[in-house]
């Protein structure tokens, strides 16, 4: 199993033909003029090569928000099983979406979105919150 890409959008969802729609995708910063704050709503796509070895077999999704500081911060979990290709020697892949409402952040700094399959850290989605004034 290996993390493909992530990336933070205003919103993301996904369809059962393998694509994927986004709205104001791939930003890396959010700008803040007091702490704590909530970030009214984001969108998290992470994309996931799976093995074939892999597939038809249940398997448990983990992605955690981290602060600056290394305190959790948010924890999406759930599960998934990936279908085959179609071709035994060929990977496959599964996307996930995920809507993220009033996200709280503390302090300015550098955040990640930690990306954890069956117990195994395999990528992150970084956040730096940058405080401006104002």
Not at 48 to 76: F, M, N, S, Y
Not at 85 to 93: E, K, P, T, V
Request: glycine content about 10%.
């Amino acid at each position: 199993m290996q993390f493909a890409y992530g990336f933070l959008a205003d919103a993301v969802q996904t369809s059962n033909d393998g694509k994927f729609n986004v709205l104001g995708g791939g930003f890396e910063s959010i700008f803040v003029r007091e702490f704590p704050t909530a970030h009214p709503v984001m969108g998290l796509f992470v994309k996931i090569d799976v093995l074939p070895a892999e597939c038809d077999k249940p398997h448990d999704l983990k992605i955690e928000l981290w602060d600056p500081d290394g305190t959790l911060v948010q924890r999406l979990e759930g599960q998934f099983t990936a279908s085959p290709s179609g071709d035994r020697l060929r990977q496959s892949h599964v996307q996930v979406a995920w809507g993220l409402l009033q996200t709280r952040f503390t302090a300015p700094g550098d955040y990640a979105f930690h990306v954890m399959v069956d117990g195994e850290h395999i990528g992150k989605v970084p956040l730096a919150v940058v405080q401006v004034s104002g």
